[in-house]
């Protein structure tokens, strides 16, 4: 049946139906239009491809459960309740259970055949797939055993064909790996709470926010060998990668580098979560009291009579790195000024510092939270759809949005489209009533290549109930344009999947029958695999390489040989013209001058670096619980300090640039200060480097387009890099 087209447009041209405007070329060399083009579902609904997805005994509590947005990697059952399945509809509507067929799980008691699943993905050929499975269950009241998620491959997807199920037995065994995809060269790219280094006594680490139990980044592994490769450190979680068709490994991370709320609440409050330090990341590290340095007060109590407005920063924003780990940054440098819709300053005595509203001050008018559960639609390159979801109480279900961020696009450029309302966005209070507006909840938005829209919806508005069963009854379905011009619920792809089964939680048993949630689906197609990106040294550092007489590739062999990276900025003076938050008039004493307005303005004379150390406990030094939680100390890593000349101040140039080594495989941040060491502007993420990496940054704060001055990127060349370089190969003939 012929379809017909729904444009899904941003809030600005709901009038315009049609419109086109124009777009950075596609990997094909078209164009793509501005906003993400979608396929009205037939009434009838025949897909072109199988569908595979999978099924989920209802879990009542959404914190550090299968459906939370973050801590979702836990086994127990309590988190993640047995029952479940892999599942595929072919074409034709049938369907068919693919862990059954290819005898995994029980029916009835689950016992330690139970199995629960998630986060399938399709191999490049759509031949097989990837996706993590737990196995086992108590068999007894009060019986406690340890689970873990682990990575499988399935084989056989064919409607007469017979499924096989094999574990990948290279992977870490004694941890959850979850979101498994394939690389471009078959490598494995997952999410696991092994630690970053594999100690035992940091297992698990704890966010930055509630301080439970996260994975600790995104890892590669090769399932011959087994070689494992932490590509991303992140001391809150990295969450669903994807592969787009550019060759980026695009994911979800969560940033939250604020201070410890359980301490200052330890603090000011007797709260009683028991937070203290230990004086190293050993395991035989002394317990001190609890201290941090980085970055500013969170607490009110704490920033008073100091000229400092209190820091707190929480979000999950899209992320992209190489497949290799380097080149980590936002998706095409989007920011809080790019997606936010409210950003307060820095400083309460510079009047040139002020709070941001997101819509009056750029293109994109419609602000966002969050940007969960990341797909991109197969008709257009660099567009992407993805879920705003509150970080509690809907199981990371809200609002489903999208954006086109082709590579090489600007910042400032990319608008944010509310697919389905704004209202789906929270719940709805308790004792309110639904908007007209409010058509339920939504995850796991899936962009089919034949243009129709598929995701996990719920008609459930309210958040979760505290007691008793879940109200929340995720089914797959297709959307539709209403008459306001925004998705909706069209037609369910099964007619609901029951089951009936029963379980020890370990201390009771758990009786449940009905329908179970449907989550995760992925298309069964074929896709063109991208070449694998490279980094290459831009420009003006190789004019700098050159003029020092070092040859980059051997410079990269010494910093491959001594587990190092180098970190490069052409220009710290230079700010995004945005961002007016943290002081942007700024100047090298003697040096190069950034100034955009009369008033004050800061000298900037080193950069300060600051790496993330596993050493904030919790629990009571008498008693501590396991694991820990990051905090950032200043940079005291040998290898990197050492080549640093013994120090973590970096004299920033007279043409504003710095150049300094760094450690690898492990997260770092850092900020600019004045001739004092008091801190002026602070990185307000975690970055992680590879070893060998050299990864030049134009500004610290990158331009989506323009600079505070209305300039375009720096080009200079950094005479940091000079001499670093020359006194490198002094050292080094």
């Not at 409050?269 to 007060?297: C, H, L, M, Q, W």
């Not at 001050?361 to 419609?366: G, Q």
Request: proline share 7%; charged share 20%.
């Amino acid at each position: 049946m012929k379809t017909s087209r729904i444009w899904v447009l941003s809030l600005l041209l709901w009038s315009c139906q049609g419109h086109f405007v124009a777009a950075p070329p596609s990997p094909s060399g078209g164009t793509v239009p501005e906003d993400v083009v979608l396929e009205a579902t037939p009434q009838a609904f025949s897909a072109v491809y199988p569908i595979l997805f999978v099924t989920q005994v209802p879990v009542r509590p959404d914190f550090t459960t299968i459906g939370s947005t973050f801590g979702n990697q836990l086994s127990d059952v309590q988190s993640a309740t047995r029952g479940g399945d892999l599942w595929i509809r072919y074409p034709d509507g049938t369907l068919k259970n693919l862990t059954k067929a290819a005898g995994w799980g029980v029916d009835g008691f689950q016992n330690a055949g139970g199995i629960a699943v998630r986060d399938p993905s399709v191999h490049w050929d759509g031949k097989k797939a990837l996706f993590s499975m737990v196995v086992g269950s108590p068999t007894s009241q009060y019986q406690v055993k340890t689970f873990y998620w682990q990575i499988y491959e399935i084989t056989g997807l064919g409607k007469t064909e017979t499924p096989k199920i094999t574990r990948i037995t290279t992977q870490p065994s004694n941890y959850n790996n979850i979101s498994p995809i394939y690389g471009t060269d078959d490598k494995i790219i997952f999410t696991t709470d092994r630690p970053r280094a594999g100690e035992a006594h940091h297992y698990p680490q704890r966010d930055e926010y509630e301080e439970a139990p996260v994975v600790t980044g995104l890892w590669s592994m090769d399932p011959s060998s087994g070689l494992l490769k932490l590509l991303n450190h992140a001391p809150s979680g990295n969450f669903t990668p994807i592969i787009d068709s550019y060759g980026r490994v695009i994911f979800t991370q969560w940033d939250h580098l604020q201070r410890d709320q359980q301490a200052d609440a330890d603090t000011y409050d007797n709260a009683g979560y028991g937070t203290f330090n230990y004086t190293s990341e050993a395991a035989t590290a002394s317990k001190v009291t609890r201290k941090e340095i980085f970055p500013e007060p969170r607490a009110q109590e704490e920033a008073q009579g100091t000229n400092l407005y209190p820091h707190t920063f929480n979000q999950f924003f899209p992320w992209t790195i190489h497949e290799d780990g380097t080149e980590g940054e936002v998706l095409n440098h989007l920011g809080r000024q790019e997606l936010h819709g409210y950003i307060p300053s820095t400083f309460n005595d510079d009047p040139n510092l002020t709070e941001y509203y997101g819509q009056y001050s750029r293109v994109n008018k419609n602000s966002i939270n969050n940007f969960f559960q990341i797909k991109e639609d197969p008709k257009y390159p660099g567009c992407y759809f993805g879920v705003d979801a509150p970080e509690f109480s809907t199981h990371a279900s809200g609002q489903i949005i999208s954006m086109c961020a082709q590579l090489g696009r600007a910042a400032d450029s990319i608008t944010v489209n509310y697919v389905t309302h704004r209202d789906t966005a929270s719940y709805t209070q308790a004792g309110g009533t639904p908007t007209v507006n409010s058509s339920g909840h939504y995850r796991d938005p899936l962009p089919l290549q034949d243009g129709t829209l598929v995701a996990a919806h719920t008609a459930y508005t309210y958040a979760e109930a505290n007691s008793g069963a879940s109200k929340y009854d995720f089914r797959l379905t297709t959307l539709k344009k209403n008459s306001s011009g925004y998705m909706v619920p069209n037609q369910l792809l099964t007619p609901g999947i029951q089951k009936t089964l029963s379980y020890w939680d370990p201390d009771t048993k758990v009786n449940f029958s009905g329908t179970l949630w449907e989550l995760q689906p992925v298309e069964v197609r074929p896709r063109t695999r991208p070449n694998m990106l490279k980094s290459t040294l831009p420009a003006p550092e190789q004019a700098v390489f050159q003029k020092a007489g070092v040859d980059p590739v051997a410079f990269q062999n010494y910093l491959k040989t001594n587990q190092l990276a180098l970190a490069v900025v052409r220009n710290v003076t230079v700010r995004d013209r945005l961002d007016k938050q943290q002081p942007f008039n700024l100047q090298v004493p003697g040096g190069i001058k950034s100034i955009a307005t009369g008033g004050k303005a800061y000298d900037v004379s080193f950069l300060q670096l600051f790496q993330a150390d596993m050493i904030r406990g919790l629990g009571g030094m008498a008693n501590p619980k396991p694991g820990r939680r990051v905090l950032a100390q200043e940079l005291h890593e040998g290898r990197a300090l050492t080549a640093n000349v013994g120090t973590n101040f970096m004299q920033v140039g007279a043409d504003g640039s710095v150049a300094m080594f760094m450690p690898v495989n492990r997260a770092t941040t850092w900020q600019l200060t004045d001739a004092q060491k008091k801190g002026v502007v602070r990185e307000r993420y975690w970055l992680t480097f590879q070893s060998g990496e050299i990864r030049v940054c134009a500004s610290c704060h990158g331009l989506s387009s323009r600079d505070q001055l209305g300039r375009s990127e720096p080009m200079n060349e950094p005479q940091a890099l000079y001499k670093l370089l020359v006194n490198w190969k002094a050292k080094n003939p």
